[in-house]
């Protein structure tokens, strides 16, 4: 009776399971750790499995250009999808934007960033680690702060560069540079600063970093990435994604 009682539910896992699929998802260094808690979610509640690529989006958008078998792109910028659309690799009306990022200046010392950022204009450090400026959107608005702040030729000889946000992070957690400019993601948990000292950079000081996602052609058919694409929008997960810092 026990085993026949269970019969109905295996069947239905069962079915689940010959139905879930995989989806190549590409995703920009900032939302790092927000598309795990995603990709939690839809494995939980479709079986569907997300394969992650994080790095720099300048070097994702190269790595797509060249062949790159991904199925779902998560830019840090609006520039790179809309050129993939472009070029025609991408599935049409597909584009929306899924997060607007904020930028800080952080340091691993829990005293050494105050809440206006005046320690830019001081000796208090040796080394500012930001993303490269050419392939990391974050780090170009980080170049963007400096300029507007008048400071570029007092900060240009302390700049450390890393090919991403996540190794100009890194930098600093390490102790490499005293300070850097990272997302706010990176240096939340729960929504409040994990460790350290941050001066939250105000928006007038550079151009709204808005994040679009894209549905690539390779990935048209696949379950797992139109999935995806669906659950980004849904109520529950913007709520989650804010919780990391981003507007929407």
Known sequence: MFARSLLPALLLCMAGALHAAEAQVAVAANFAEPIKAIGAVLEKTTGHKLQITVGATGRLYAQIRNGAPFDVLLSA?????????????VQPGSRFTYATGKLVLWSADATRVDARGAVLKTDGFRKLALANPKTAP??????????????????????????????????????????????????????????????????????????????????????????????????NIKTLIRSYGYEL
Do not use: C
Not at 79 to 87: G, H, T, V, Y
């Open 138 to 235: 974050y780090g170009a608005a980080a170049v963007e702060v400096i300029d507007k702040l008048g400071l570029t030729s007092a900060l240009t000889p302390k700049l450390v560069q890393g090919e991403s946000i996540g190794q100009a992070y890194n930098f600093a957690h390490t102790g490499n540079a005293e300070i850097a400019f990272v997302a706010l993601s990176q240096v939340l948990e729960g929504g409040r600063l994990k460790s350290g000292s941050m001066w939250v950079v105000p928006q007038g000081l550079y151009a709204p970093i808005r994040q679009d996602a894209v549905l690539l052609k390779t990935g048209a058919g696949n379950e797992a990435a139109r999935a995806l694409m669906t659950l980004l929008q849904s109520p």
């Open 77 to 89: 910028d609006t520039k790179a999808p809309a050129q993939l659309e472009s070029d025609g690799l």
